[in-house]
């Protein structure tokens, strides 16, 4: 969701910036606000690749079995974690 949302607020700001061409008497600058949006949505971006490469997962498995000496019930638990991709 993140990259999409920076990918949205770059595209806003460039629009600002580079396709309208108007002005609202001083009081706001458009261009400013564009190059802004284009910031964040930058950031927003590099961040959401970030995440999106740091995620690990984790599985976990269970087994449940005799022990063959004393004829007891094992349980045996074995988690596997993914680390990031390097």
Same mark, same amino acid.
């Given at each position: 969701m993140s990259i999409g949302t920076g990918v949205v607020l770059f595209v806003i +700001?460039? &629009? =600002?910036?580079? !396709?309208?061409?108007?002005?609202?008497?001083?009081v706001v600058n458009i261009d400013v606000i +564009?190059? &802004? =949006?284009?910031? !964040?949505?930058?950031i927003v971006?590099?961040?959401g690749l970030v995440a999106l490469f740091r995620r690990r997962s984790?599985?976990?498995?269970?087994s449940t079995g005799a022990d063959p000496v004393?004829?007891?019930n094992v349980t045996r638990k074995?988690?596997?974690v993914d680390g990031p991709a390097v």
């Open positions: +700001g460039a &629009i =600002l910036v580079f !396709a309208l061409d108007f002005d609202l008497g001083g +564009g190059y &802004i =949006l284009m910031a !964040a949505g930058a971006f590099v961040i984790a599985v976990t498995t269970a004393s004829g007891a074995v988690t596997e």
